[in-house]
């Protein structure tokens, strides 16, 4: 953790990516107490529950955005002045917002940002994810990707990240997501099969 939240580090801009495995507030909030940073969320449609969500998560400095042009431009900012950056990168993007990559051997509409991110940015890139051990409790995981997350399979390399984090512990992982609800072919609903 000093390592990657340490004062010479804090001097750079780093992305992290996750996962919504267990609680993906549990793991921001913790993220949230060591180093602040800008990042995409999704507005709830209850005004109430939107409000708390996002003060909650901006506890600490950080700053949340809502997804969208505006809200990717302010991470761009916050990138470009060393900055942190936490998204969630398997749910499924608006249309015109992901690209097309394989996710459990099927072809998913995917966000493409943190990817793109870290290729044009060239800053470090990190997968994020919580698991639980009897023994300590819950354990917030950090993992390198390939380097090939710098290039044009940017995407492909982090579904496949993420799809071994949830082959190790498939019933960790929050499958209400759907991440297949966009298939290429509209007709195909792989929750069916």
Known sequence: NRFLFGA???KNGLIIFALHNRSIDFMLRWISSQRSHTSLY?????????SFVKKFREEGGCKMVET???????V????????MTCMASDQVPARGLGVY???FDHDCYSFSLAPNLARRSKKPILLSYLSYDRKIGH????RKPSEEIYSESGVQVMNDEMEKVIREEPCEYSWEYKKFRRLPLE???IYKT
């Open 8 to 10: 010479p580090q804090q």
């Open 187 to 189: 007709s195909e609903d």
């Open 101 to 103: 990559a394989k996710f």
């Open 139 to 142: 354990v917030i995981n950090f």
């Open 42 to 50: 999704k507005k709830i449609k209850l005004k109430p529950i939107n």
């Open 76 to 83: 761009i900012n916050s990138l470009e002045n060393d900055q």
């Open 68 to 74: 969208g042009i505006g809200g990717v431009k302010s």
